[in-house]
């Protein structure tokens, strides 16, 4: 991009994309800003005209608002611990030599690859179902009574399903960047006298962290909008409604437009309250 | 302290063995330099050493103690590596005062000891600096800083210079041979440059395919090459080998002289030859000279400038004192 000449060129030639992205992306925001000071019931009157900032009110005063916001911050948080320390040590053990390391990896990465409506059915009738789910003859097996996940430990169960399909993901980023570390750094710190925690601790932590910051960015992004696995598995019930999940609500079960698009106003802010947070903590990592 | 022996050391990865049965033995505060060409196993010896690399036989003793099972850690030595291994998200303090944390000295002495050792590299001003942040000399001295604050019975280095440019190896060569001279440790250094190896060392190693081809001191080396290989790499520019006739004559099948030795001019002499490349560096001249009847080029050195330009012929006279013969398998011929 030296010459004046090439910078209008390209200029040109992203166009197209710079217009189809803004597009992508301003036309639903605007609907949404549009509807959200409308009172749009589309089965009881449609349109009825601008109401101000209600719909706005309404939403937050609502008693589902701070639960919803409360257990998606917990099923976003549990996922990311979940899935970083567990990543973390997946990661630790797929860079050993090791006799069909080739397959093995791929086998890590699968679960990445199953639509979420799937995994979420797989999860309730073959592990967590309380009759015939593997979890329920595992507990029998062990003369114990089969928990019913989905209603006494709904929340859990979200997390856990959550995060298998993140795992993979998690164990791909850490992986690249465990294979990056200098193995003269570790065998440096073996002769400075450090065992295998201190080298883990001091050495391979600290050269994980960036990789770590970039998973947190990305997955509590894709997190926050987790639908699907809700829908599937408990349909908002037993304390798993998220905010994503109230809006559908709002928006298809209460036939409610209007409020549902307050509560994707409420969203953007969010995400973008922690996009900005998150931001900041990896430029700051990244800058180093 | 810091005296080394190795007993009949081998080490195999897998079927292929790196080094055959080697015996050596490094004085408490000796400059051993290891030299060899690449791949010759030089690094693999160090890290034998080191513990970094479990021998496949034989015995290593450490200060009269076994030191073969003994983890890296626990023998008492530092190695400094070819990349430095600087950790880089730690200040160079925390660098430098790494292994004493790891030993769990309390912070005061931790302290008093970096301190020490960044005066004595000129690391002062960069204590809280990055490893990212110093040029290629300065992670050195770091590296060395690392390794002098837990006053091991030996250092260990591997080709420490071979990332910097020429004039600040020079200076660090110079840096490392002083800290030996202060601290009186044992060190181990391993290069391929010659010029490291004849100005360093109290003695020299040299390695060829894993196995020791000679052990002395660099003058010794230089003087009574034990055969043909060593002769060829230790000196530069490297001795020239002449076969055949000029052999045969004087009882040998391979004669060497080097090209120090060799006297040139223009009128008269033993041999008769051409000038291909003359090399003009103002203090001396190299001549490459081709020679009827000898296969490589024979490279001379002449003092001062002269006068040859390609295509002249020149009559070469070997100082027959510094001739060396050597037999049918190599082997310098006394
Ligand atoms: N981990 C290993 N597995 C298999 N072979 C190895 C391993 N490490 C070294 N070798 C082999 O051992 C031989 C000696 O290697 P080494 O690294 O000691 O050479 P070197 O003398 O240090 O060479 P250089 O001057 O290039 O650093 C080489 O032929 C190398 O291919
Ligand atoms: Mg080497």
């Given at each position: 991009?030296?010459?004046?000449?090439?910078?209008?060129?390209?200029?040109?030639?992203?166009?197209?994309?710079?217009?189809?992205?803004?597009?992508?992306m301003?036309v639903?925001?605007?609907?949404?800003l549009?509807?959200?000071?409308?009172?749009?019931?589309?089965?009881?009157?449609?349109?009825?005209?601008?109401?101000?900032?209600e719909?706005?009110?309404?939403?937050?005063?609502?008693?589902?608002?701070?639960?919803a916001?409360?257990?998606?911050?917990i099923?976003?948080?549990?996922?990311?611990?979940?899935?970083?320390?567990?990543?973390?040590?997946?990661a630790?053990?797929?860079?050993?030599?090791?006799?069909?390391?080739?397959?093995?990896?791929?086998?890590?990465?699968?679960?990445?690859?199953?639509?979420?409506?799937?995994?979420?059915?797989?999860?309730?009738?073959?592990?967590?179902?309380?009759?015939?789910?593997?979890?329920?003859?595992?507990?029998?097996?062990?003369?114990?009574?089969?928990v019913?996940w989905?209603?006494d430990?709904?929340?859990l169960?979200i997390?856990?399903?959550?995060?298998?399909?993140?795992?993979?993901?998690?164990?791909?980023?850490?992986?690249?960047?465990?294979?990056?570390?200098?193995?003269?750094?570790?065998?440096?710190?073996?002769?400075?006298?450090?065992?295998?925690?201190?080298?883990?601790?001091?050495?391979?932590?600290?050269?994980?962290?960036?990789?770590?910051?970039?998973?947190i960015?990305?997955?509590?992004?894709?997190?926050?909008?987790?639908?699907?696995?809700?829908?599937?598995?408990?349909?908002?019930?037993?304390?798993?409604?998220?905010?994503?999940?109230?809006i559908?609500?709002?928006?298809?079960?209460?036939?409610?437009?209007?409020?549902?698009?307050?509560?994707?106003?409420?969203?953007?802010i969010?995400?973008?309250?922690?996009?900005?947070?998150?931001?900041r903590?990896v430029?700051?990592?990244?800058?180093? | 302290?810091?005296?080394?022996?190795?007993?009949q050391?081998?080490?195999?990865f897998?079927?292929?063995?790196?080094?055959?049965?080697?015996?050596?033995e490094?004085?408490?505060?000796?400059?051993?330099?290891?030299?060899?060409?690449?791949?010759?196993?030089?690094?693999?010896?160090?890290?034998?050493?080191?513990?970094?690399?479990?021998?496949?036989?034989?015995?290593?003793?450490?200060?009269g103690?076994?030191?073969?099972?003994?983890?890296?850690?626990?023998?008492?030595?530092?190695?400094?590596?070819?990349?430095y291994?600087?950790?880089p998200?730690?200040?160079v303090?925390?660098?430098?005062?790494?292994?004493?944390?790891?030993?769990?000295?309390?912070?005061?002495?931790?302290?008093k000891?970096?301190?020490?050792?960044?005066?004595?590299?000129?690391?002062?001003?960069?204590?809280?600096?990055?490893?990212?942040?110093?040029?290629?000399?300065?992670?050195?001295?770091?590296?060395?800083?690392?390794?002098?604050?837990?006053?091991?019975?030996?250092?260990?280095?591997?080709?420490?210079?071979?990332n910097?440019?020429?004039?600040?190896r020079?200076?660090?060569?110079?840096?490392?041979?002083?800290?030996?001279?202060?601290?009186?440790?044992?060190?181990?250094?391993v290069?391929?440059?010659?010029?490291?190896?004849?100005?360093?060392?109290?003695?020299?190693v040299?390695?060829?395919?894993?196995?020791?081809?000679?052990?002395?001191?660099p003058?010794?080396?230089?003087?009574?090459?034990?055969?043909?290989?060593?002769?060829?790499?230790?000196?530069?520019?490297k001795?020239n080998?002449?076969?055949?006739?000029?052999?045969?004559?004087?009882?040998a099948?391979?004669?060497?002289?080097?090209?120090?030795?060799?006297g040139?001019?223009?009128?008269?002499?033993d041999?008769?030859?051409?000038?291909?490349?003359?090399?003009?560096?103002?203090?001396?001249?190299?001549?490459?000279?081709?020679?009827?009847?000898?296969?490589?080029?024979?490279?001379?050195?002449?003092?001062?400038?002269?006068g040859?330009?390609?295509?002249?012929?020149?009559?070469?006279?070997?100082?027959?004192s510094?001739?060396?013969?050597f037999?049918?398998?190599?082997?310098r011929?006394?």
């Amino acid at each position: 991009m030296a010459t004046q000449h090439s910078r209008s060129a390209a200029r040109i030639m992203m166009a197209p994309a710079v217009f189809l992205l803004l597009v992508w992306m301003l036309v639903p925001l605007c609907m949404t800003l549009w509807f959200s000071v409308r009172s749009y019931l589309p089965l009881r009157g449609g349109d009825q005209g601008f109401v101000g900032l209600e719909n706005f009110s309404r939403f937050i005063t609502s008693s589902a608002f701070w639960p919803a916001v409360q257990t998606t911050l917990i099923i976003v948080g549990g996922v990311l611990v979940i899935s970083i320390v567990l990543g973390v040590l997946l990661a630790i053990l797929l860079d050993q030599p090791m006799w069909g390391q080739g397959v093995v990896r791929i086998l890590v990465i699968a679960p990445f690859f199953v639509m979420p409506t799937v995994t979420a059915l797989v999860w309730k009738n073959m592990f967590m179902d309380p009759t015939n789910g593997m979890f329920a003859h595992l507990w029998r097996f062990f003369g114990a009574d089969p928990v019913v996940w989905l209603t006494d430990a709904s929340v859990l169960s979200i997390i856990v399903i959550v995060s298998w399909q993140w795992l993979p993901f998690a164990t791909l980023i850490l992986l690249t960047a465990i294979q990056s570390l200098d193995s003269e750094q570790l065998e440096a710190a073996e002769m400075d006298g450090a065992n295998p925690v201190a080298r883990f601790f001091f050495i391979a932590l600290p050269h994980l962290s960036r990789a770590i910051t970039i998973v947190i960015l990305i997955q509590t992004i894709f997190v926050l909008a987790v639908f699907a696995e809700i829908f599937v598995t408990t349909g908002g019930a037993f304390g798993t409604r998220t905010l994503t999940y109230l809006i559908y609500q709002r928006v298809l079960e209460s036939q409610n437009v209007g409020l549902g698009s307050a509560g994707g106003v409420y969203a953007i802010i969010l995400a973008n309250i922690v996009a900005i947070f998150l931001m900041r903590i990896v430029g700051k990592n990244l800058d180093n | 302290m810091g005296h080394i022996t190795l007993k009949q050391v081998t080490k195999s990865f897998g079927e292929v063995q790196v080094i055959p049965p080697l015996d050596l033995e490094i004085n408490d505060g000796e400059f051993v330099v290891f030299v060899g060409p690449s791949g010759c196993g030089k690094s693999t010896l160090l890290r034998l050493i080191a513990g970094l690399e479990d021998v496949s036989s034989g015995e290593i003793t450490i200060d009269g103690r076994a030191a073969t099972e003994v983890p890296p850690a626990k023998r008492g030595l530092a190695m400094v590596f070819q990349s430095y291994a600087l950790y880089p998200h730690m200040t160079v303090r925390k660098n430098i005062a790494f292994p004493l944390r790891m030993a769990k000295l309390d912070i005061a002495e931790q302290n008093k000891r970096v301190e020490a050792a960044a005066k004595v590299l000129n690391l002062t001003d960069y204590l809280d600096r990055r490893p990212g942040q110093l040029s290629g000399g300065q992670r050195q001295r770091v590296a060395i800083g690392r390794a002098i604050v837990r006053e091991p019975a030996a250092f260990l280095f591997d080709e420490p210079l071979s990332n910097l440019d020429a004039a600040l190896r020079v200076n660090m060569r110079l840096e490392i041979s002083e800290l030996h001279q202060t601290l009186d440790t044992t060190m181990i250094y391993v290069t391929h440059d010659q010029v490291e190896a004849m100005t360093m060392a109290d003695k020299i190693v040299v390695l060829h395919a894993g196995v020791i081809e000679q052990v002395g001191s660099p003058l010794e080396l230089y003087h009574e090459p034990r055969n043909k290989f060593v002769a060829g790499f230790i000196g530069s520019p490297k001795m020239n080998f002449v076969e055949g006739e000029e052999a045969v004559k004087l009882n040998a099948k391979c004669i060497g002289i080097r090209p120090e030795h060799i006297g040139v001019s223009l009128e008269s002499g033993d041999w008769k030859g051409t000038v291909g490349v003359s090399e003009h560096l103002g203090s001396d001249t190299f001549l490459r000279i081709k020679m009827p009847g000898v296969q490589e080029h024979m490279t001379v050195r002449v003092g001062g400038e002269f006068g040859a330009r390609h295509g002249d012929t020149v009559y070469l006279t070997p100082d027959r004192s510094k001739l060396h013969r050597f037999d049918a398998q190599g082997l310098r011929i006394a």
